[in-house]
């Protein structure tokens, strides 16, 4: 709880100043580094979010994105750099605190109080009268589609109910920020896509920005306006979903020809400025081909299949078969993550 003292009062003045600084944004990150004994485990991470987007944190194991959210929930003090909630600094941990919500990887409930008991207890704890807490949490079950079982015991609840039951909890105090630590971990296809499609409603109708930690890469591109990728607490990758997956080199394309134009046909893609030949003709007719050079301009990588296709058109090679498989997020991910590739990607700053 804030203290009503003068050095409250000082920090509150502070953190309205913080707040008109940076007031586009739910949250923002500089500089963050923490270091464990000797060892970074996170270097100068800086992004930032705006409200009512969903920001995915991506990295392999041992990346940096515990500690990442530790820090950014003040559960760990950060060695360097700074982060702001609502343009509340990260120095006041205990106001910043009560401008977020939390899900964490693993939700210990008890088991035997209903799930609207767990909503009043918490309602009370950030300082609701019993009225409000009921109130409000009724409100906030039925917003997670609970409202039917806010009498049953937590108990009695699936792990979609529970993970459904944290993140009604989260939002009790009213969050400009929640942190989603694997939320769909362990669900059904039909719990995952109905949680994905929750997290989606709460971000847009609330204005709630959402910080989604998952190594569900498919996942991460449905649901997240924006990502940034870590690799040994580096961030590799930093952008919306869209510009990373444009820099993907797993734009391939393959062309079948007949066997006897295979050669000649190789010939002219050679000729094609900023396409490189996989593999040389096969027997079959089959020619692959991708972007020469990683990052290329998305636009001209895409346009790489129709680039090939208008010269066989102009040789009057006929076509006899195309493929043609565009870059996803997981294509990125592990190119960025795995040491062999990592060079030779820009980052891009989120909006
Ligand atoms: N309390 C700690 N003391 C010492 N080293 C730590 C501590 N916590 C994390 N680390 C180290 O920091 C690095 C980043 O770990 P972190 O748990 O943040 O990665 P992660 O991306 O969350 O991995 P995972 O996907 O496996 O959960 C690792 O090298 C880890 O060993």
């Given at each position: 709880m804030l203290q009503k003292s003068q050095a409250g009062a000082q920090a509150g003045a502070a953190d309205r100043a913080d707040h008109a600084q940076a007031t586009s944004h739910v949250l923002r990150v500089e500089g963050l580094g923490k270091v464990f004994d000797g060892r970074?485990?996170?270097?100068d991470l800086s992004f930032s979010l705006q409200a009512g987007r969903i920001l995915g944190l991506l990295g392999p194991n041992g990346a940096g994105k515990t500690t990442t959210i530790r820090m950014l929930t003040t559960v760990l003090e950060p060695t360097s750099g700074a982060f702001w909630i609502d343009g509340l600094a990260s120095s006041r941990p205990d106001a910043i605190r009560r401008r977020m919500g939390v899900l964490p990887e693993s939700l210990g409930f008890p088991k035997k109080i209903t799930g609207l008991e767990l909503m009043v207890y918490y309602g009370q704890l950030y300082g609701f009268d019993q009225r409000k807490a009921r109130q409000n949490g009724l409100a906030l079950l039925e917003a997670v589609k609970l409202r039917p079982r806010a009498h049953s015991l937590i108990g009695s609840y699936s792990r979609g109910m529970r993970q459904r039951l944290g993140i009604a909890r989260a939002l009790i105090h009213d969050p400009v920020v929640i942190f989603l630590d694997e939320p769909t971990l362990g669900l059904d296809p039909r719990g995952q896509k109905e949680l994905l499609a929750l997290i989606r409603s709460i971000a847009r109708e609330r204005m709630i920005g959402v910080v989604f930690c998952s190594h569900d890469l498919p996942e991460v591109s449905t649901l997240c306006d924006d990502v940034v990728i870590l690799r040994e607490g580096t961030v590799v990758a930093a952008g919306t979903v869209g510009e990373i997956v444009r820099k993907s080199r797993g734009n391939v394309v393959r062309i079948r020809v007949p066997a006897q134009a295979a050669q000649e046909a190789a010939q002219l893609f050679h000729g094609i400025s900023g396409v490189m030949l996989v593999s040389p003709a096969e027997e079959s007719g089959w020619i692959e081909a991708r972007p020469a050079?990683?990052?290329?301009?998305g636009e001209q990588d895409r346009l790489l299949g129709n680039r090939m296709l208008d010269v066989l058109i102009r040789a009057q090679i006929p076509v006899l078969g195309l493929q043609a498989e565009g870059g996803s997020l997981q294509d990125v991910f592990f190119e960025l993550t795995d040491e062999e590739h990592a060079d030779g990607y820009a980052s891009v700053s989120v909006h």
């Open positions: 970074s485990a996170v270097k050079d990683a990052p290329g301009d």
